[in-house]
């Protein structure tokens, strides 16, 4: 059964039968390229993705949320007027997943938006931990809700940073604003390149001619969240030593290529070494997104190429398994380049294959990722799609 059909089938089960007000689609993503530089100020360009979180939504006349996540068959109520503490009707702790929902639904009442209550029913096909942001397809799917229910205007953009300032704030992740701009602004057939600074942002065509293809490692994050925060301090640490040096820097992406050169001796080793990365990533994306505007496809994979040895051996948040996946998908005929995608430390790599040759591509890569590993991959071609909307 799809998602979405898991999503209505549970709707009725779950709500006496009647059919949902309207059912929001909101997308996982793939990045592209610019990897750990969002929260940099530099450039990023990930694609919203055909796989996607549903949301089947009822109006409540209460201000209760009756949510069941049908994927894991749990349920849970809230009052949206009462999310604070992060408790259910009945005063207990709030399970780890009714945290995004909840946190959205408290991140929209700081912002005076009104918030109504609602019966949903949650399925999704975004695989967990597996860097493709499910979290954001999540938030963005409540948000849209809440806008729809509450019949308020605010932009693909603006809810993105409201369900960014969620899962800063309530949930306690401290990502950047990639994963929600791209989940709230995908585009079918396009990569999204986005200043992280000033949020303009561009949709940039993606060649007929290619095929996404996402690898699943299968193997999970760990450590993920406390190396994240640890990648964060070095970058932040980075940037006040530019700064002191350099006026004008205010974020890693004002630090030039020949300025680090001039510089990196004042930083510790382990903190040069991540802030080179975060300087070549953000030169790398623009350059590559002209390339690709030029059409010039082997040039943007030469870039993720050097994206994930860059991210391999520099910003250190690769692993055994991204790396048999990357490595096998770069020996393979039609491939412009690969790369590990999203926080790393496990979950998926992106490969941009000729699209005459992706079928083999698929099979080959999970044959070789196999053999190396004893891991069975879960390899797919990929369409960028939309972002986070009423279906
Ligand atoms: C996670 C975060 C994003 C971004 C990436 C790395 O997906 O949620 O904000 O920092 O890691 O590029």
Not at 157 to 171: G, H, P, S
Not at 226 to 254: K, M, Q, W
Not at 303 to 318: F, G, I, K, P, Q
Not at 344 to 372: H, Q, T
Request: glycine fraction near 8%.
């Amino acid at each position: 059964m799809t998602a979405l059909n898991t999503t209505l089938s549970h709707f009725k089960k779950s709500f006496g039968g009647a059919p949902p007000a309207f059912v929001v689609r909101s997308p996982g993503r793939v990045n592209l390229l610019g990897e750990h530089v969002d929260y940099n100020d530099g450039w990023v360009l990930p694609a919203a993705i055909d796989r996607a979180a549903y949301l089947a939504v009822g109006r409540c006349p209460s201000a209760l949320a009756s949510l069941s996540a049908a994927d894991i068959n749990e349920s849970v109520t809230f009052r949206v007027t009462e999310t604070a503490a992060k408790q259910n009707v009945a005063g207990q702790p709030l399970p780890g997943w009714a945290l995004y929902p909840a946190g959205v639904a408290h991140t929209l009442r700081e912002a005076k938006l009104n918030v109504a209550g609602m019966d949903a029913v949650l399925a999704g096909d975004v695989p967990r931990g597996a860097g493709l942001s499910s979290s954001a397809a999540v938030e963005l799917a409540f948000a849209v809700a809440w806008r729809e229910l509450g019949g308020w205007v605010k932009s693909g953009m603006e809810l993105a940073q409201l369900c960014q300032k969620a899962e800063n704030e309530y949930v306690g992740v401290h990502c950047g604003l990639m994963d929600q701009f791209a989940c709230a602004n995908g585009q079918a057939n396009h990569a999204l390149l986005l200043d992280c600074r000033t949020l303009e942002w561009q949709p940039v065509a993606l060649p007929a001619e290619v095929a996404i293809v996402i690898a699943d490692t299968t193997k999970r994050r760990e450590l993920g969240r406390s190396e994240y925060n640890n990648r964060r301090a070095a970058c932040a640490e980075a940037t006040r030593i530019f700064a002191a040096a350099l006026p004008g820097v205010r974020a890693l992406r004002d630090v030039s290529a020949a300025d680090f050169d001039r510089y990196a001796h004042l930083l510790p080793p382990e903190v040069a070494k991540r802030a080179r990365h975060v300087v070549e990533e953000c030169a790398r994306t623009l350059a590559a997104v002209d390339a690709l505007r030029r059409d010039d496809v082997a040039a943007f994979g030469q870039a993720m190429n050097d994206s994930h040895r860059t991210l391999r051996d520099l910003y250190e948040v690769s692993c055994f398994e991204l790396d048999a996946m990357v490595s096998a998908a770069q020996k393979l005929d039609g491939c412009y380049g690969a790369r590990l995608t999203g926080a790393g430390f496990g979950g998926c790599a992106v490969a941009l294959v000729a699209a005459s040759a992706a079928a083999d591509f698929v099979r080959e890569l999970a044959r070789r990722y196999e053999a190396a590993t004893g891991l069975t991959p879960e390899i797919t071609v990929c369409n960028a799609s939309a972002g986070a909307t009423i279906i």
